[in-house]
């Protein structure tokens, strides 16, 4: 179950981090055709779908010798490789017809990650792959770890950078690279990070 503290409290939350009062979020949903309901609905639908699956699987993980050891053979294999530290909203396309509407929605997530949006809290809000809940965090992954799509738009950016939808299997992609490491052995000069934020409003 999900109580109207529990939704009341996210927005609460959405609110802080996007610096905005509920009269101003109410317009930019407004802006957007969604009402302070609906969002209220999606809301309660992510905070029961994260207590059912703390729930059902929260007291199931079970990591065996041999799934160590299967990521300790996936490091060795990478660690020539660079290594990104990502995040990522993901929107799906379910059919074909609904590819531009689904472009256009992340066109508008773009523009508003730009002029200051929490990357997190759109993600938790809006993503679609289970690292919606973790705020669209992917963790640390090795070049040619994603598909190609990805793995090519992360190789040409900086960190605390920002990509534009990107189109993949099952749908768009944004994806924000908060940190870059070089391979063993790599001699590259050193670049300038530009500063990770979540909310990347110069790029």
Known sequence: TVSAADV?????????DNHLTLE???????RSHVKIATMRSQIASQIAWSKTVQ???????????????AEMQRMAEGRNKPHFLVAEIFQAVDNPEDDAKV?????????QLRSGASF???????SQNPTAASGGDLG????GQLPKELDQALSTMRPGSLSEPIRS??????????ARQEGEGTDIAKQPDVPVNEHPDSL
Do not use: H
């Open 8 to 16: 009341d409290k996210s927005i609460d939350n959405i609110l802080k």
């Open 24 to 30: 101003q979020l109410t317009a930019v949903l407004a």
């Open 55 to 69: 729930q059902q699987y929260g007291d199931r993980v079970d990591i065996s010798p041999d799934d160590v050891k």
């Open 103 to 111: 472009l256009k929605s992340m066109q508008e997530m773009e523009e």
């Open 120 to 126: 997190g809290e759109l993600a938790r809000q809006f």
């Open 140 to 143: 640390l992954v090795v070049q």
């Open 169 to 178: 299997t099952g749908g768009y992609y944004i994806l924000l690279l908060r």
